[in-house]
């Protein structure tokens, strides 16, 4: 009699009537080399195999949005050192300045907003991870306690070795759990740094995008070229004419230290 093959899926599950020629290649299709059954992934209703994402998979996706995440701030402060040395060398008036580094600050909003979901994916992997490291380390205390247990057995045996088999594996064994628990931990400690990171965004999203290069530069020639005049106050008077032009000007302070250096440069 012809044996049945059932075939499950997400949505139907039917019975197909197989020949024994077909059964046979179905089981040998289900076996690897070593001859153990493979595993069988359930199928959605298109048919994918939707495999569970494990810890790992889900650390490096985590990394994957969050190193997209720092690429987008970098590119904020290569285009804002590109234009603060357009506008220390070129007539660029104060109006399409402002046009222009209020792109920026929108950019800059729109990774603060996207952090938020890089976050989730962050909490998300380390909730695997400590899942992953409670379990270890559980198995661990385990391992510790059968050894010790075969260890105590040993002694009251007066020495005459027991079970060297399992004693053997235990011992192999409880080093590679102790790593395992190093990994997850240091893994866990990097996913908390930047889940801390990303909490402080807010807060520091202009100081890690904005450059500073070319105003500390100017602000340095200023301050060597007045020091002469003004001796000890040459560093407030200039203190003084930034905070000047960025009241009147409505620009960021790195945009009027340029602003104050091409008055005085021209004066």
Excluded: C, H
Excluded at 81 to 109: H, L, N, P
């Amino acid at each position: 009699m012809p044996r049945k093959i059932v075939i499950r899926d997400e949505t139907v599950s039917r019975e197909v009537e197989a020949s024994p020629e077909e059964s046979e290649e179905e089981e040998q299709a289900a076996e690897g080399e070593s001859g153990e059954p493979i595993q069988v992934l359930k199928k959605t209703e298109e048919g994918a195999p939707t495999p569970e994402a494990g810890p790992e998979r889900d650390l490096e996706q985590a990394r994957s949005s969050y190193e997209a995440l720092l690429s987008r701030m970098n590119d904020i402060k290569l285009r804002d050192t590109v234009f603060q040395r357009m506008f220390r060398d070129q007539d660029i008036s104060v109006g399409v300045a402002k046009k222009i580094i209020s792109r920026w600050d929108e950019a800059r909003a729109m990774i603060v907003q996207d952090s938020a979901a890089v976050k989730s994916k962050l909490q998300a992997a380390k909730n695997k991870l400590e899942s992953g490291f409670a379990k270890t380390e559980e198995e661990l205390y385990l391992s510790t306690i059968e050894l010790n247990t075969l260890q105590m057995k040993e002694k009251e045996t007066s020495g005459r070795t027991v079970e060297v088999g399992a004693r053997d594996e235990l011992e192999a064994q409880i080093p590679v759990l102790r790593q395992t628990l190093f990994d997850l931990r240091e893994r866990i400690k990097e996913v908390d740094s930047r889940i801390r990171e990303l909490d402080e965004l807010p807060q520091r999203i202009d100081q890690r995008t904005t450059s500073n290069q070319i105003p500390n530069e100017l602000y340095d020639e200023m301050k060597s070229r007045y020091a002469s005049v003004y001796g000890e106050k040459v560093d407030s008077i200039l203190q003084t004419n930034i905070a000047t032009a960025v009241q009147n000007e409505g620009v960021r302070r790195e945009y009027a230290t340029i602003l104050v250096w091409k008055k005085l440069k021209v004066g």
